[in-house]
């Protein structure tokens, strides 16, 4: 009779403590794209709670990481930018952190993705913006961008571990981490809003993945963009790892001739990186995912897989033939169309 | 064996019953699906047709069936047979079924319609373009 | 098991009661059909069932079900097709797993009719979803669970109360 009733009760206990979470998501402008942020929680009410976390972050580290607008009782890149041949400027931790992982990357992989090569990519926006307003479109003219090169040296930076401040040494120097800014911050807010609580989600910043947990005990499943139609998804991942970073010839170019202009210029040609269509970076680090993914993209495969080596990251390749590559790491959690 | 209702009996009532609601919350529980769903109609165990109910308006879906001719018409979120030939028109006494847990089934003409939720972007959780 | 039948008594009483089942299946078979799934019926018949296993034992049980079920499905014209199927393989079933049960000998005749009726259910949902390759019809066995013991108890009821009457003639001496 006892063994009956403990059953029952079991049964009872059961039902009543699987309450399955339920997933909601929610979109927003920041870092001049749309985020997305998925989560899977117990109602809307916790789900909000968390969007407002994640929109916040969002917006402070968009003004930190700024460099063309400034931004009362913010010192940002901007400021470090106008400060440029004058003086150092003390920035928040998170920043400082930034630039000088930045400068050892640089440093240490491949010298390609340099964040004081602004002056040079600046040219290439103002066609992608023309393209983008049905303006005419011409190349920017190489002996000009040889003169903006100039002052693209990353011994421009100066570094003060003591009072956390940059330094720019030539008054024409400008910075620009957009190459790294978006990965990073993505990390970040994710790592805090998962110290908040919760336990399964997903924010996608225009490329930048970082994941929350897993969905019921399953990996999340991410789509990579086919190049040729970046609307569907050509493979897809069963992630165990927390940062996603896709570069792709599809984001941001501009057309001329019939020719893709794309949106990442190799610095030692000053012309748009033509070794891939796609690359994608997987790990645990977010600022790395951002950083290797830039660099990667103007890289070949061999000289990827040593950077991958040296610094532990998975990969995925979609080169210039549309041939998929796919480091050892992940082969068994990727799936081609 | 006797003839009396005896304390056993009674217990194994109890137990079915509770067992029983608990099993009918639980699958009303964990399968009714929010959002998007689809009918999927299957003869002789084959899929042969799918209404979207997640659109508004009308569709209809005629078939030659084992018994003759069936037909199934969609209005809005729900969907029901209106035509076919059998003894006792099961099928069309089943009326309207928007959920997952009433399927229509129609065994004499070796048909069923099946209610699923379907998700929009398939199988990613996330997209990266 | 009450003993006080010759032989050929016996055999006419059962063909009798044989033939009560046999109306009583008919009947439910025409009538409604409560699930939607041909085949699957409320088992009223299991009155005489339920009745034979009282009176006779479970060997008579056993045949009276199997001869009830493949003569009811003879006249109706189903023989060998899908209601067929379905129930004898519920009738097969449910009488292999009654046996150890009736013979510990713990549960009424109630418990008993409702066991049946469960277990009549159970295949009943078994054998329809191998029939048709989906697991589907699963969802149905809940309600079933439960429509399985209410007629369990009130096809006990009925036998109990036929089984009264019979002794009572007997003891009158109506029956001799």
């Not at chain 2, 304390?7 to 529980?29: A, P, Y």
Request: with cysteine; glycine share 4%; proline share 2%.
């Amino acid at each position: 009779m006892k063994k009956i009733i403990s059953i029952l009760l079991l049964l009872i206990l059961i039902t009543g403590c699987s309450s399955k979470n339920e997933k909601f998501d929610d979109s927003f402008l920041s870092f001049d794209t749309y985020i997305e942020f998925t989560a899977y929680t117990k109602d809307k009410e916790t789900f909000d709670k968390y969007d407002k976390i994640v929109q916040d972050k969002f917006t402070y580290y968009d003004q930190l990481f700024d460099a063309y607008n400034n931004y009362k009782n913010v010192n940002n890149v901007k400021t470090i930018n106008d400060n440029a041949g004058k003086k150092a400027v003390v920035v928040d931790q998170d920043l400082y952190y930034l630039i000088k992982e930045s400068v050892n990357y640089y440093h240490n992989a491949d010298k390609k993705n340099n964040i004081m090569l602004s002056p040079v990519i600046n040219q290439y926006k103002i066609q992608q913006n023309n393209y983008e307003n049905n303006k005419p479109v011409t190349n920017p003219s190489m002996s000009y961008l040889k003169e903006l090169n100039k002052c693209t040296s990353m011994s421009n930076i100066q570094l003060n571990d003591k009072d956390h401040s940059i330094y720019l040494k030539e008054k024409c120097a400008q910075m620009d981490v957009g190459s790294v800014a978006k990965g990073y911050a993505t990390d970040l807010i994710a790592e805090y809003v998962k110290k908040q609580g919760l336990s399964s989600g997903i924010i996608n910043a225009g490329g930048n993945v970082s994941l929350i947990g897993s969905k019921n005990n399953k990996p999340f499943v991410i789509g990579i963009a086919n190049p040729d139609d970046p609307n569907t998804y050509i493979l897809t991942i069963d992630s165990e790892n927390t940062n996603i970073v896709t570069s792709g010839d599809y984001q941001r170019y501009y057309m001329i001739n019939g020719k893709r202009m794309n949106h990442i210029i190799d610095p030692d040609t000053l012309l748009p990186a033509d070794v891939n269509r796609s690359v994608t970076i997987i790990t645990d680090d977010g600022l790395k995912a951002d950083y290797f993914s830039t660099e990667c993209f103007m890289l070949d495969k061999e000289k990827i897989a040593k950077l991958a080596k040296k610094f532990n990251f998975e990969y995925i390749i979609i080169d210039k033939n549309e041939k998929i590559t796919i480091s050892d790491g992940i082969k068994d959690e990727v799936k081609i169309k | 064996m006797k003839l009396k209702l005896n304390k056993l009996d009674i217990l194994l009532t109890i137990i079915i019953s509770i067992l029983g609601i608990i099993l009918i919350f639980l699958s009303f529980k964990y399968t009714h699906i929010s959002g998007d769903k689809v009918a999927e109609v299957y003869y002789k165990n084959k899929l042969v047709y799918t209404f979207d109910l997640s659109s508004k308006g009308n569709d209809s879906f005629e078939i030659q069936a084992a018994n003759g001719p069936v037909k199934i018409i969609k209005e809005d979120d729900h969907v029901r047979v209106v035509e076919e030939n059998s003894k006792r028109h099961l099928c069309s006494l089943q009326g309207w079924s928007d959920e997952t847990l009433a399927p229509i089934v129609c065994l004499p003409n070796e048909l069923y319609i099946k209610i699923e939720g379907v998700d929009k972007n398939d199988d990613v959780d996330v997209f990266i373009k | 098991m009450i003993n006080h039948f010759t032989s050929i008594k016996k055999l006419v009483f059962l063909a009798l009661f044989l033939s009560i089942a046999i109306i009583v299946n008919i009947v439910e078979n025409i009538s409604f059909s409560v699930f939607i799934i041909p085949g699957i019926k409320l088992g009223l018949a299991n009155i005489v069932t339920v009745f034979i296993l009282y009176y006779f034992g479970y060997k008579e049980m056993f045949l009276i079900n199997v001869l009830r079920v493949f003569l009811a499905n003879l006249i109706i014209g189903t023989l060998f097709s899908t209601p067929f199927i379905i129930a004898m393989g519920s009738c097969l079933g449910s009488m292999i797993l009654m046996y150890p049960i009736i013979k510990v000998n713990k549960f009424s005749i109630f418990g008993i009719s409702m066991i049946q009726a469960l277990l009549f259910n159970f295949f009943q949902i078994i054998i329809v979803c191998w029939l048709y390759q989906n697991y589907i019809f699963i969802y149905y066995f809940p309600y079933l669970m439960i429509s399985g013991i209410i007629t369990g108890y009130l096809v006990a009821l009925c036998a109990k109360y036929v089984i009264l009457i019979l002794n009572k003639n007997y003891l009158k001496g109506e029956m001799g």
